[in-house]
């Protein structure tokens, strides 16, 4: 006879909010790990630190949200706009995700997910989400979906100016 299995326990769910100036370092840090962390590349953090600040000076080009446990950002994620022709609506590009590894497999992404697809859906104008994620990158894929994102049947291409 098997012993009941205790169940998983979740930390509390991470309180969501949009950000402000006051997180901007936080941002940058993040933003500087998830480079390291998905591309190998070390990020000028001078450059960083006045992207992150563009943000704030111009919040009709983007915005954050930040996932907080205890007082603490375990998490974040940048939506910038594109402008659909074929829908009269913007689509909001889930942008810059990061969350701490210690937070990970926590729901902390889920948490921001369900926030920005909530906000959007509450905004006038809005059709759609959309994000990028790396090919090789199955977790993040997985978690994507399960959240109710699928892939669309295009690719990706970009030129560096």
């Known amino acids: 006879m098997s012993l009941p299995r205790s169940p998983t326990i979740m930390p509390d769910a991470p309180a969501i909010r ?28 001078k450059t960083v ?22 007082g603490a950002i375990v998490g974040s994620l940048m939506i910038t706009t594109e402008w659909s022709d074929w829908r009269n609506a913007d689509f909001w ?36 989400l959309r994000l990028y994620v ?6 993040a894929q997985a978690a994507y979906e399960t959240l109710g ?3 669309p049947p295009y690719r990706m291409y970009e030129e560096m100016l």
């Open 134 to 139: 790396e090919q090789d990158n199955a977790a």
């Open 149 to 151: 994102m699928n892939e």
């Open 93 to 128: 590009w889930i942008q810059s995700v990061y969350v701490r590894p210690s937070a990970r497999r926590t729901g902390v992404y889920a948490a921001l997910h369900r926030e920005v697809r909530r906000r959007a859906r509450e905004a006038d104008g809005v059709c759609g």
């Open 18 to 45: 949009r950000a402000t100036l006051d997180d901007a370092e936080t941002l940058v840090r993040f933003n500087e790990a998830m480079a390291e962390e998905t591309e190998d590349k070390t990020l000028d953090p």
């Open 49 to 70: 630190r006045a992207g992150v600040q563009a943000v704030f000076d111009t919040p009709e080009q983007a915005f954050y949200f930040v996932a907080e446990r205890d």
